[in-house]
C-alpha cells in the first residue's frame, strides 16, 4: 500500500478521538511544566530540525515535485517549498520563541477589595489547541513551538500537498521536544489525509479547547460553519496600501513594490493599491510595477496613465490574489480611501504613505482592521517582524486576540482569590 493510500486508510473520527484525549493528558502536563524546561524542549527541538534538514528537504522536495505535477500555482509553491535558509529561518524561529518571555502565571491586574480579599487575574494556558493548515509545512514547527512555550498541547492537520515535509518535520520536532523534558503528545501531526479528519477536529469538543484555521476562503468558512469549539479566523489578505496626496513618491514607489513583490503568496502581501487622484504623478509607480513582474488591474482611469494595465472587474476588489497580480484604483482624498476599504477590506492589513500627519491620523483612526500602517510595506504584517517570535495565525476577528496571534494569544487567564476567612454577609 503507498504511503497516500495508507494515510488515507485511517478512520479519521477515531484517530482524532485518541489523538484528542492524548493532548488532553499532555496539556496537563504542559500546564505545569516551568519555563527552563519548555525553554529547553524547544532549544533541543531546533537542533532535531538542523540535524534533519537533509532528510526534511528531501521530502520536501517530492511534496514540490508533486505540487508541479499537479498543477500548483506558483504562488501556492513558494508557499510550499523550503531551501536551507526557510528550514533554517523555522529551526531560528522555534530557538527564539524558546527565549520569549512566559505568558503562563503572569499576573493580568491585582485588586485589593474593601473586605480585604485579594483578587488576581493570571495567565494560563487555553488547553488544546487544533491547527487546520494548508501549503506551509513551516507553521508546522512555529504552530508547535509556539503552543508548547504557552503550555498547551497541540493537534496538527497539514493539507495533503505537504504531508511528506510536515511528517518530516513534526518527526524532528517531536524527537526534540522530548528529549528536552516535554511529553510526547504535546505536539501530534494528524497521520491521514482524509478531509474528514477536519471534521472530526471541528466536532471534538471537550478534547480541543481552540480551532485555528489557516488556510484558504474555503477552508476558513467550512471551521466557521461546522465548529462547535471556538475558532480562531484568519481571514483573507485582502490589504490595501493607500498612495496620499502628500505622499513621497520615491518612497510610495518603494513600499508599494516591496508591499506587493516582495512575496507576492503570502498574507500580508498589498492586494489593491489605491492612489489620491491628487497624487503629482502616479505613472512612474504603476511602471515600477508593471517592470517588476506585476499585472495591474484598473479602471479606464488607470488604464489612461498606462496602457498595460488591464480592464479591473467588480470582483478584483475583493479578491486575494497571492500572486503578482495587483488591483488599482484612484480615489478622492483619504475620505476616499476609508471609504473603499470599508467596503472591501477584510480586516487584515491596511496602510496609508503619506507625509501628512493629520491624513495618516484620520486614516489610522477610522480604518477597522487588526493591522493598520503609516509609511510602511504591509509585508510587516508578521508576528516574526512584531518582534513576537513567531505567529500561529492572523486573527482579523474582534473577540480575544487581533492581529498576530503568538504567545500571549494561546493563553486565557483565570480568577485566584485569596482571602483571610472572609465569609459573604
Not at 15 to 34: D, I, K, S
Not at 277 to 303: K, M, N, W
Request: hydrophobic share 50%; proline share 5%; with cysteine.
Amino acid at each position: 500500500m503507498s504511503t497516500a493510500a495508507a494515510l488515507r486508510s485511517e478512520d479519521p473520527v477515531a484517530t482524532v478521538q485518541a489523538m484528542g484525549e492524548r493532548a488532553r493528558a499532555a496539556a496537563r502536563v504542559l500546564a505545569a511544566l516551568p519555563t527552563e524546561t519548555k525553554a529547553a524542549a524547544l532549544r533541543a527541538a531546533a537542533a532535531a530540525i538542523r540535524a534533519d534538514a537533509p532528510a526534511i528537504l528531501t521530502a520536501n522536495a517530492r511534496d514540490v515535485a508533486a505540487g508541479e505535477a499537479r498543477g500548483l500555482s506558483a504562488a501556492l509553491l513558494d508557499r510550499l517549498r523550503l531551501d536551507a535558509g526557510r528550514l533554517e529561518g523555522a529551526a531560528a524561529g522555534v530557538e527564539a520563541i524558546a527565549g520569549l518571555p512566559d505568558p503562563v502565571g503572569a499576573v493580568v491586574s491585582e485588586d485589593r477589595r474593601p473586605n480585604g480579599l485579594v483578587l488576581r487575574r493570571v495567565r494560563v494556558p487555553i488547553g488544546v489547541i487544533g491547527i487546520i493548515y494548508e501549503s506551509r509545512p513551516n507553521v508546522t514547527a512555529d504552530a508547535g513551538a509556539l503552543c508548547v512555550m504557552a503550555g498547551n498541547a497541540a493537534i496538527l492537520r497539514g493539507g495533503s500537498e505537504a504531508v511528506e515535509s510536515n511528517r518530516a518535520l513534526h518527526a524532528a520536532l517531536q524527537r526534540g521536544l522530548v528529549a528536552g523534558g516535554a511529553p510526547a503528545d504535546a505536539v501530534q501531526l494528524v497521520p491521514t489525509t482524509d478531509r474528514a479528519a477536519v471534521g472530526a477536529m471541528l466536532a471534538a469538543d471537550g478534547l480541543i479547547d481552540m480551532v485555528v484555521p489557516r488556510g484558504g476562503k474555503s477552508l476558513v468558512a467550512r471551521v466557521q460553519a461546522e465548529a462547535r469549539v471556538p475558532v480562531l479566523a484568519h481571514l483573507d489578505g485582502i490589504n490595501h496600501s493607500y498612495v496620499d496626496a502628500a505622499a513621497d513618491p520615491a518612497m510610495a514607489r518603494a513600499l508599494v513594490v516591496n508591499a506587493k513583490l516582495r512575496r507576492p503568496g503570502i498574507c500580508g502581501a498589498t492586494e489593491t493599491l489605491l492612489i489620491d487622484r491628487a497624487f503629482a504623478d502616479p505613472a512612474p509607480l504603476l511602471a515600477a510595477l508593471i517592470e517588476g513582474g506585476c499585472e495591474l488591474r484598473g479602471e479606464p482611469d488607470v488604464q489612461a496613465i498606462d496602457s498595460r494595465v488591464l480592464p479591473a472587474t467588480d470582483e478584483d476588489w475583493d479578491t486575494e490574489y497571492l500572486d503578482a497580480i495587483l488591483s488599482v484604483k484612484f480615489v478622492d482624498g483619504v475620505e476616499g480611501a476609508i471609504a473603499h476599504i470599508a467596503r472591501h477590506s477584510s480586516g487584515h492589513t491596511d496602510a496609508i504613505v503619506t507625509e501628512d500627519a493629520a491624513a495618516a491620523e484620520r486614516f489610522l483612526n477610522a480604518v477597522d482592521s487588526a493591522i493598520v500602517m503609516w509609511n510602511a510595506s504591509t509585508q510587516f504584517a508578521d508576528g516574526g517582524e512584531f518582534g513576537l517570535g513567531g505567529e500561529i495565525g492572523i486573527s482579523t476577528g474582534r473577540l480575544h486576540a487581533r492581529g498576530p496571534v503568538a504567545l500571549e494569544g494561546l493563553t486565557t487567564y483565570k480568577w485566584v482569590v485569596t482571602g483571610s476567612g472572609q465569609t459573604r454577609p
